[in-house]
């Protein structure tokens, strides 16, 4: 069980890292061309 909680816990400290990553490291052309279409 012990070991169930350790992957679990692991895997959401990724996730939570990689989605900050992704958010510093986004250029935000894309986003400022996409609303300037719209």
């Known amino acids: 069980m012990e070991f169930i ?9 990724l996730i939570c890292l ?3 990553i992704y ?3 986004a250029p935000e ?3 400022s061309d996409s ?3 719209w």
Do not use: N, Q
């Open 23 to 25: 958010v510093i490291t």
């Open 5 to 13: 909680v350790y992957i679990v816990t692991r895997i959401v400290l």
């Open 29 to 31: 052309e894309k986003i």
């Open 18 to 20: 990689a989605a900050i």
């Open 35 to 37: 609303s300037d279409i």
